[in-house]
């Protein structure tokens, strides 16, 4: 394939003119820079907007307006069981059952619940896995229920240190912390994809190494889930928490999600941070003092759903229903395939990706770093939002561009190109 692609506007047009899924752009509201289309990169970081969303909102406004407290039970989409209407798309987005799955708070917040049963630390096993490089809350989540259980992040967080050239971990790093430290480690968190290098983690790998040495195993998906298909229940995970404002396009803040694999469905014992809505929706509502879980994901849920916030969610999620995530994907590998080939074919005495070549292990985002040092990296990422070419900012020295294949043209690509060439010659 590397070898048909083109750096010209006309063979990236023609690319886009025969793409099977170009209609899904029309259904996005894309930010307008001096009067055209600005090249957005970073549905990584916020997902655009689907038109749809406006209607859908405005529809629970109306229905507040006219229905008031009888919303919960007359309304178009009754908010009683509101969460219910996203159950099934976002079951189809991870891979699992719809059971296993739940849209509920944020991110940050249901890897503390998940964390609150799935982290049992005991005297002899009582360490926490992650990457040195992780994101800020994860690390921060992590340490402080460590030390919410006594223990202290000095002696119970053990950090796989990246050992591959770019930064990225290698399989076999994984293997051996587990090997080394299995039975002392309690917990396995790692992410679906590195929001850094781009790296994708094979989760189903982890899991099969980390259960073989007793521990628990839950996922961060924030960079992974609409990104690239997923197997959840197939990789055996315990858990998985995800946000839905990168790629799944909800919404800056929208509701986040958690998957709770079926085999703890009916696990009454475990402790949990209970509220009513995770109440056994039968008897909820007879107000009763003694807390019966829902079985599955939905028994975690506290509080009663944010219905603004689900709106645009439900709308993001037909969407995904409609392309499809495999073909989603097969767009993704061309389209950031292209890019990486200009980059390295046309951009290479100015850029470097420090994301992993071989597609499997990466999804849309390529992390790019300028030749020459961060202040140039800063000046080239100024250079580009100046005109109009949006991705962001990752210290210290990487400039993350991600093309979404629901939104990105290999026209945008194309003109990515073209302004880093222009800028390397100014
Ligand atoms: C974006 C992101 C978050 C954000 O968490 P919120 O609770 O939604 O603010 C957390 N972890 C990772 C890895 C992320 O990429």
Redesign the pocket.
Known sequence: MSTAYQATAEWARAQDVADPLRAFRDEFLIPPHEGRDSQYFCGNSLGLQPRAVRDAVAAELEDWGALAVEGHFKGRLPWMDYHEFVRDGLAEVVGALPSEVVAMN???VNLHLMMVSFYRPTPDRHAVLIEAGA?P??RYAVESQIRYHGFSPALSLIELQPDEPNGTLSQTAIERALAEHGDRIALVLL?GVQ?RTGQVFDLKAIVGLAHAQGCMVGF?L??AVGNLPLSLHDSGADFAVW?SY?YLNAGPGAV?GAFVHERHAHTEHLPRFAGWWGHDKHSRFRMGPEFVPTPGADGWQISNPPILSLAPLRISLDIFHRAGMPRLREKSLHLTGYLEWLVQTQLGDLLESVTPRDPSRRGSQLSIRVLGGRERGRALFQYLLDRGIVGDWREPDVIRISPTPLYNRFEDCVAFAEAVRAWGQG
Do not use: Q, S
């Open positions: 944020t991110l940050g994101f809350t994860d992410p929001y961060d924030a960079h946000c990168k986040g």
